[in-house]
C-alpha cells in the first residue's frame, strides 16, 4: 500500500526510532534479569555470525535483509533478558553495517526494527505460559515468538517503503513471508536441540556445531535459490511484456522503460544505428526524467566501444571501485558510479548499444547475477528490435520501389494529399512525370539486369538535379514522378524542363555507352486538379502528348483527346482477338535439378495494325477498365490450351500456365469457363496452371468466396505470381490452396550481385518448402544464378537464360534444337521434354 505523500527518511527512521523506544518501555522493564558478561558476548558472536549470511530482498530504492538471526535470537530469549537480546543484536547488526554501508536514515531506521522485533518476541513469551525447556509447550511457545518477531519486522519494512512512496503488492509480501515460513521452524528447532544438549554434556558441542553449520549453509543456499528464482520470474515477465510491445518508437521506449525496472536502475539508454530511412536513434529512460545524457550516443566513448568490441563475450561493467582512469572519465561524463553496457543486434549491419547506469539501490551494486540476467535479457531485446526493424522493413517496402529505393505511387499519392488536404483550393504543388525513352528496346536487346541499370542511373540523375524540396517517386515500368510543392504551373514547367536537360546524357551500361532522355508531362494544382488521382490523371495524359514530339508538356484539357487511342483500343479489342491480332507467345519452365521442360507461360501480345506493338499493361488494364478481362481471358486460355492438344496427340506431355487478372477472380461464371475450356480442348486439368499475383488472392472478396477452392478442385495447379513483392499474404499462405509460389524476377536478378537479393530468395525457397510448395524463380539469365538457386533447392527456373518468349512457329523450331524426348515417366502416360546440355 501507499500512504499518502512520501515522507523523507530521516522522518521514517524517527518514526522507527519513536516505535522503538516505546516498544523497549512496555515490555523490557519486566524482565531486564542479571548481566552475564559470557552469555552476552556468546550470543553477539552468534549474531554476527548469523548476520554475515545475507538474503537480500530488494524493491526499487529499499532493500530488506534477511539472515537466519533466529537461530542465536531463540538462544538468547531463553538465557538473556529483553533488553540484552536487543542490544546483543543490535551490535551484530552494527558490524554488519559498517561491513556494508547503508544510508544513515536507513541503518538507523534497520536499528529501530532489531529492537522492535525482539520487543515482540519478549511480549510473546510473556503472554504465553512459562514452562521449562524440556517442555514441549515451551518450544512452541519460542517457535511462535520469533516468528512473531519476524512478521512485526517484515511489517515494518512494508510500512517503510509505503511511507517512502513504493507500492508493495503481493509479490513483496511473499517474498517477505517465505523465509518465515521456511528457514524459522527449522533454526528455532536447532537452537532447542543444541540448548537441550549441551547442558548435558559439553561433548554435545560437537553434535550442535555442525548442525549449525548446516543451519547457515542451508539457508545460504535457500538465499541463492531464491535470487535465481527471481531472476528467472523477472527475465520470464520482462519476455511476456517485450512479446505485448507495439512495434513503433513507443514500443521501444516502453522496452527501455522495462529493462530499467528489471535491473532497477537509475538511467537506461538504447542507441540504434540508422536504419532505410529512419535517423540514429538513442532512447534514454531515467529515474529524473531525462530524456539524453552524455555518453551512449558517441560512437568514440570508452564503455560503448568496448561493449559493442566484436571480441566482447557479453556484457561489460564499469565499476568506480575498480575502473582504471579512462573508466573513471566515462563514468564521471555520466555522472555515475556504474555502468553495464551490451551490444544489440540489428538488421543495420552496424550493433546498437543499451547500457545501464547505477542501481537505483543504496546498498546492493550491479553484480554477476546482474550480468547474466542481463544476457538473458538480451535475447528478447535482439528479438524485439528485429521485429520492429522487420516490421519497419515492411513498411518502407510497401511505401518504397525496391529497385531505386525511391517512393513508390503509394507513397506518392500520400504526398500529394497530405499536402493539398489543409487547402485544396489554395495550395500549390507541381507535379512531372517522366518516363524514360527506349525502355522496352534495352529491356527486349539487353535484358532486364540492363534495364534495372539504366533505372538506377535515372533515378541517381534525378536525385542529383530535382530541386531540393521535390519528392520523387518511381512509378510503374520505366515512369518517375517529382512532387514540388509549393510551385505554381509556370515554375513547374521551367523546373521540368531544366530536370530533361540536367539528365539528358550518355551513360554506361552493361558495356555500352546508352543514351539516357526522359519524356515529361506536367500537371500542376490547383489549376489542373485539387487531389492526387486527378492531377496524377492530367500529368498522364501531358505525358502521352509529350511523347509525340516535344519532349515536355503540360497538361491541357484538349489533351483530353489523346485518350480516344485508348477508347479506339477498347472498342477494337474484341476484332483484334477475331482477326488474330492478339496472340500468345511461349516461355519454356525447366526442371532446375533435371532440366525437364515442365511447362510454359503463356504471355500475350497485341500487333495493332495501326499504333504496332502495344504494351501487355496497357491493354490488359484496358481490358479491366471496359469489362472485357473476362473474354480476353478466355481467348489466351484457348490458344494456351490448343498448343497444350499439339504436344498431347505428339505423345509429349507439357503443362501450359496463363495469368490470371484479379478481376477475372470476382466474375462469378470464371470457374465454369475454365472447366469448358478444359473439356472443348480435351486437356487434364493437372497440365494447366493459372498464375495469380498475390493482391488478388488476399483480397476480401476472393478470400471470402470459394473460387480458388473450386478452380483448384478441377485438378488444375494454382501459381502465386511475382511472390515477395507483397507481405499481407504470407501469414496466410496455409489457408490458400496454393500449389506453387513465382520468386519475382526483381529479387532474382539482383542475386549475381547482392548478397540481400540472395538472403530474400532462399528465405522465400524455405518459407515456400516448408509450407509444401513449389517454387518457380522468374528471371534468369545467368549461369551463376541458375546455380545459386539450384543450390537453395528451387524446383523450377524460367528467363532468358533458358529461353525469351517465343511464338508458336519459333518455340516449335527451339524444342526441335534445344529439346530432347525422355521416356514417360512411372505411372504417366506421355513422354517428356528435356533441354539437352
Request: charged content about 20%; aromatic content about 6%; hydrophobic content about 50%.
Given at each position: 500500500?501507499?500512504?499518502?505523500?512520501?515522507l523523507?527518511?530521516w522522518t521514517?527512521?524517527?518514526g522507527?526510532?519513536?516505535?522503538a523506544?516505546?516498544s523497549?518501555?512496555l515490555?523490557?522493564?519486566?524482565g531486564?534479569?542479571g548481566?552475564e558478561?559470557l552469555?552476552f558476548?556468546?550470543?553477539?558472536v552468534?549474531?554476527?555470525?548469523a548476520?554475515?549470511?545475507?538474503?537480500?530482498i530488494?524493491?526499487r530504492?529499499?532493500?530488506h535483509r534477511w539472515?537466519?538471526?533466529?537461530?542465536?535470537?531463540a538462544v538468547?530469549?531463553?538465557?538473556?533478558?529483553?533488553p540484552?537480546?536487543a542490544?546483543?543484536?543490535g551490535?551484530?547488526v552494527g558490524?554488519?553495517?559498517?561491513?556494508?554501508?547503508?544510508?544513515p536514515?536507513k541503518?538507523v531506521y534497520?536499528?529501530?526494527?532489531t529492537?522492535v522485533?525482539v520487543a515482540?518476541?519478549?511480549a510473546?513469551?510473556?503472554?504465553?505460559p512459562?514452562?521449562p525447556?524440556?517442555d514441549?509447550v515451551?518450544?512452541l511457545?519460542?517457535m511462535?515468538?520469533?516468528?512473531?518477531?519476524?512478521?512485526?519486522?517484515?511489517?515494518m519494512?512494508v510500512?517503510?517503503?509505503?511511507l517512502?512512496?513504493g507500492?508493495?503488492?503481493?509479490?513483496?509480501?511473499?517474498?517477505?513471508?517465505?523465509?518465515?515460513?521456511?528457514?524459522s521452524?527449522?533454526a528455532?528447532s536447532?537452537a532447542?536441540?543444541a540448548m537441550?544438549?549441551?547442558p548435558?554434556t559439553?561433548?554435545?558441542?560437537l553434535?550442535?556445531?555442525?548442525?549449525?553449520?548446516?543451519v547457515?549453509?542451508l539457508?545460504?543456499?535457500f538465499?541463492?535459490?531464491?535470487?535465481e528464482r527471481?531472476?528467472v520470474?523477472?527475465?520470464?515477465d520482462?519476455a511476456?511484456r517485450?512479446?505485448?510491445l507495439?512495434p513503433?518508437?513507443?514500443?521501444?521506449?516502453e522496452?527501455?522503460?522495462?529493462?530499467?525496472?528489471?535491473?532497477n536502475?537509475?538511467r537506461?539508454a538504447l542507441?540504434l544505428?540508422p536504419?532505410?530511412?529512419?535517423?540514429?536513434r538513442?532512447v534514454?529512460d531515467?529515474?529524473?526524467?531525462?530524456?539524453?545524457y552524455?555518453g551512449?550516443?558517441?560512437?568514440?566513448?570508452l564503455v560503448?566501444?568496448?561493449a559493442?568490441?566484436?571480441?566482447s563475450?557479453?556484457?561489460?561493467?564499469v565499476?568506480?571501485?575498480r575502473?582504471d582512469?579512462a573508466?573513471?572519465a566515462?563514468?564521471r561524463r555520466?555522472?555515475?558510479q556504474?555502468v553495464l553496457?551490451?551490444?544489440?543486434a540489428?538488421?543495420a549491419g552496424e550493433?546498437?548499444?543499451?547500457?545501464?547506469?547505477?542501481?537505483?539501490n543504496?546498498?546492493?551494486?550491479f553484480a554477476d547475477d546482474?550480468?547474466a540476467?542481463?544476457?538473458?535479457?538480451?535475447?528478447?531485446v535482439?528479438a524485439a528490435?528485429?521485429?520492429?526493424?522487420l516490421?519497419?522493413q515492411?513498411?518502407?517496402?510497401?511505401?518504397?520501389?525496391?529497385?531505386?529505393?525511391l517512393?513508390?505511387?503509394?507513397?506518392?499519392?500520400?504526398?500529394i494529399d497530405?499536402?493539398?488536404?489543409?487547402?485544396?483550393?489554395?495550395?500549390r504543388?507541381?507535379?512531372?512525370?517522366?518516363?524514360?525513352?527506349n525502355h522496352t528496346?534495352?529491356v527486349?536487346?539487353l535484358?532486364?539486369a540492363a534495364?534495372?541499370?539504366?533505372?538506377?542511373?535515372?533515378?541517381?540523375?534525378?536525385?542529383?538535379h530535382a530541386?531540393?524540396q521535390?519528392?520523387?517517386?518511381?512509378?510503374e515500368g520505366?515512369?518517375?514522378a517529382?512532387?514540388?510543392?509549393?510551385?505554381?504551373?509556370?515554375a513547374t514547367?521551367?523546373a521540368?524542363r531544366r530536370?530533361?536537360?540536367?539528365?539528358s546524357?550518355?551513360a554506361r551500361?552493361?558495356?555500352l555507352d546508352?543514351?539516357?532522355?526522359?519524356t515529361i508531362?506536367?500537371?500542376?494544382a490547383p489549376?489542373?486538379?485539387?487531389d492526387?488521382?486527378?492531377?496524377?490523371?492530367?500529368a498522364?495524359?501531358?505525358?502521352?502528348?509529350?511523347?509525340?514530339?516535344?519532349?515536355?508538356?503540360?497538361?491541357?484539357?484538349?489533351?483530353?483527346?489523346q485518350?480516344?487511342?485508348?477508347?479506339?483500343?477498347g472498342t477494337?479489342?474484341?476484332q483484334?482477338m477475331a482477326e488474330?491480332q492478339?496472340?500468345?507467345?511461349?516461355?519454356?519452365i525447366?526442371?532446375?535439378r533435371?532440366s525437364?521442360?515442365v511447362?510454359?507461360?503463356?504471355?500475350?501480345?497485341?500487333a495493332?495494325?495501326?499504333y504496332?506493338a502495344?504494351?501487355?499493361d496497357e491493354?490488359i488494364?484496358l481490358?479491366?477498365q471496359?469489362?472485357?478481362?473476362?473474354?480476353?481471358?478466355d481467348?489466351?486460355?484457348?490458344?494456351?490450351?490448343?498448343?497444350?492438344?499439339?504436344?498431347l496427340?505428339?505423345?509429349?506431355?507439357?503443362?501450359?500456365a496463363?495469368?490470371?487478372?484479379?478481376?477475372c477472380?470476382?466474375?462469378?461464371?470464371?470457374?465454369?469457363?475454365?472447366?469448358?475450356a478444359?473439356?472443348?480442348h480435351?486437356v487434364?486439368?493437372?497440365?494447366?496452371?493459372?498464375e495469380?499475383?498475390e493482391?488478388s488472392?488476399?483480397?476480401?472478396?476472393?478470400?471470402?468466396?470459394?473460387?480458388l477452392?473450386?478452380?483448384h478442385?478441377?485438378?488444375?495447379r494454382l501459381?502465386?505470381?511475382?511472390?515477395?513483392t507483397g507481405?499481407?499474404?504470407?501469414s496466410?499462405?496455409?489457408?490458400l490452396?496454393i500449389?506453387?509460389v513465382k520468386i519475382?524476377?526483381s529479387?532474382v536478378?539482383?542475386?549475381?550481385?547482392?548478397?540481400?537479393?540472395s538472403?530474400?530468395a532462399r528465405?522465400i525457397?524455405?518459407?515456400?518448402?516448408?509450407?509444401?510448395?513449389?517454387?518457380?524463380?522468374?528471371?534468369v539469365?545467368?549461369?551463376l544464378?541458375r546455380?545459386?538457386?539450384?543450390?537453395?533447392?528451387?524446383?523450377k527456373?524460367?528467363g532468358f537464360l533458358?529461353s525469351?518468349?517465343?511464338p508458336?512457329?519459333?518455340?516449335?523450331?527451339?524444342?526441335?534444337a534445344?529439346?530432347?524426348?525422355?521416356?514417360a515417366?512411372?505411372?504417366?502416360?506421355h513422354?517428356r521434354?528435356?533441354v539437352r546440355a
Open positions: 500500500m501507499r500512504l499518502g505523500a512520501p523523507r527518511p521514517i527512521a524517527a522507527g526510532c519513536a516505535l523506544l516505546l523497549a518501555a515490555v523490557f522493564p519486566g531486564t534479569g548481566f558478561l552469555p558476548l556468546l550470543v553477539t552468534a549474531f554476527a555470525v548476520e554475515s549470511v545475507l538474503l537480500f530488494e524493491f530504492r529499499q532493500t539472515s537466519v538471526s533466529e537461530l542465536p535470537l538468547a530469549l531463553v538465557h538473556l533478558g529483553g540484552w537480546v542490544l546483543a543484536r551490535i551484530a558490524i554488519t553495517f559498517l561491513r556494508r554501508p547503508y544510508a536514515p541503518a534497520n536499528l529501530a526494527v529492537v522485533e515482540a518476541a519478549v510473546v513469551l510473556d503472554l504465553l512459562s514452562r525447556l524440556t514441549p515451551s518450544w511457545c519460542l511462535a515468538a520469533v516468528m512473531v518477531a519476524d512478521v512485526v519486522g517484515n511489517s519494512v510500512a517503510a517503503i509505503g517512502s512512496g507500492h508493495p503488492g503481493r509479490h513483496v509480501w511473499q517474498e517477505l513471508l517465505v523465509p518465515i515460513a521456511v528457514v521452524p527449522f528455532v536447532v532447542v536441540v537441550l544438549l549441551v548435558l559439553a561433548w554435545a558441542t553434535l550442535v556445531l555442525p548442525v549449525m553449520a548446516a547457515v549453509l539457508f545460504r543456499r538465499a541463492a535459490v531464491s535470487q527471481r531472476s520470474e523477472q527475465v520470464y520482462f511476456r517485450v512479446e505485448s507495439s513503433d518508437d513507443e514500443g521501444t521506449r522496452l527501455v522503460v522495462a529493462v530499467r525496472e528489471l535491473l536502475a537509475e537506461v542507441w544505428p536504419y532505410l530511412d529512419q535517423e540514429p538513442l534514454v531515467a529515474e529524473d526524467g531525462a530524456a539524453w552524455d551512449p550516443g558517441d560512437p568514440d566513448d560503448r566501444q568496448r559493442v568490441d566484436a571480441r563475450t557479453g556484457a561489460v561493467l565499476s568506480a571501485s575502473a582512469e573508466g573513471m566515462a563514468l555520466r555522472g555515475a556504474e553496457g551490451a551490444p544489440i540489428t538488421a550493433p546498437g548499444y543499451l547500457e545501464i547506469c547505477d542501481r537505483r543504496d546498498t546492493l551494486s546482474d550480468r540476467a542481463l544476457d538473458s535479457m538480451l535475447t528478447h535482439n528490435i528485429r521485429q520492429q526493424q516490421l519497419t515492411i513498411r518502407y517496402d510497401a511505401d518504397h520501389d525496391r529497385l531505386t529505393g517512393p513508390n505511387r503509394q507513397r506518392l499519392v500520400a504526398e497530405g499536402l493539398l488536404a489543409a487547402d485544396p483550393a489554395g495550395t504543388a507541381g507535379l512531372i512525370l517522366a518516363s524514360l525513352d528496346e534495352i527486349d536487346t535484358g532486364h534495364s534495372d541499370e539504366l533505372l538506377l542511373v535515372t533515378a541517381g540523375l534525378l536525385r542529383e530541386p531540393p521535390a519528392v520523387l517517386a518511381r512509378m520505366e515512369q518517375f517529382v512532387l514540388l510543392p509549393g510551385l505554381s504551373l509556370a514547367e521551367r521540368a530536370l530533361r536537360e540536367a539528365t546524357t550518355r551500361v552493361a558495356g546508352l543514351e539516357v532522355s526522359i508531362g506536367v500537371a500542376a489549376v489542373h486538379g485539387t492526387s488521382g486527378t492531377l496524377m490523371q492530367r498522364d495524359v501531358a505525358l502521352l502528348a509529350a511523347a509525340a514530339g516535344p519532349g515536355v508538356a503540360s497538361y491541357h484539357p484538349v489533351l483530353d483527346q485518350s480516344l487511342r485508348r477508347l479506339q483500343l477494337e479489342l474484341e483484334a488474330g492478339i496472340s500468345v507467345v511461349f516461355q519454356p525447366i526442371d532446375a533435371t525437364d521442360i511447362s510454359v507461360e503463356t504471355l500475350v501480345r497485341w495493332h495494325p495501326r504496332g502495344v504494351v501487355p491493354f488494364h481490358a479491366e471496359i469489362g472485357r478481362i473476362g473474354p480476353l481471358t481467348h489466351v486460355l484457348d490458344l494456351a490450351l490448343a498448343r497444350c492438344r499439339k504436344w496427340d505428339q505423345d509429349i506431355s507439357l503443362s501450359v496463363v495469368n490470371l487478372s484479379a478481376r477472380l470476382t466474375e462469378p461464371d470464371l470457374v465454369d469457363r475454365v472447366a469448358r478444359l473439356r472443348r480435351g487434364p486439368g493437372e497440365l494447366l496452371t493459372l495469380l499475383t493482391g488472392v488476399v483480397d476480401d472478396s476472393v478470400r471470402s468466396s470459394t473460387v477452392a473450386d478452380l478442385a478441377l485438378g488444375l501459381s502465386m505470381d511475382d511472390f515477395g507481405y499481407s499474404s504470407l496466410q499462405l496455409r489457408q490452396p500449389d506453387e519475382d524476377k529479387f536478378l539482383g542475386m549475381s550481385t547482392s548478397q540481400g537479393e538472403f530474400i528465405s525457397i524455405e518459407l515456400a518448402h516448408n509450407l509444401g510448395l513449389r517454387v518457380v524463380a522468374e528471371g539469365e545467368d549461369e544464378t546455380n545459386a538457386l539450384a543450390e537453395m533447392g528451387c524446383d527456373l524460367q533458358v525469351r518468349p517465343l508458336d512457329d519459333r518455340l516449335e523450331s527451339w524444342l526441335l534445344r529439346a530432347g524426348v525422355r521416356a515417366a512411372p505411372g504417366a502416360t513422354r521434354l528435356f
